[in-house]
């Protein structure tokens, strides 16, 4: 779960086997695996 400046906040679910790195901006969220494609919920 990431919180905003503005004290409101988000969450991104992601559970993989495989060795992965999660970056955020302001715009932006990606997420890179060295496995293969799976599912991606986000809690708003």
């Known amino acids: 779960m990431g ?3 503005d004290g409101t906040s988000f ?3 992601f559970d993989t086997p495989y060795k992965a790195k999660l ?4 715009e932006r969220i ?3 695996t ?3 494609l799976f599912s991606i ?3 708003v």
Do not use: H, K
């Open 3 to 5: 919180v905003r400046p």
């Open 34 to 36: 060295e496995g293969e």
């Open 30 to 32: 990606n997420f890179e």
């Open 11 to 13: 969450g991104i679910l």
């Open 23 to 26: 970056t955020t901006t302001d």
């Open 41 to 43: 919920f986000d809690v």
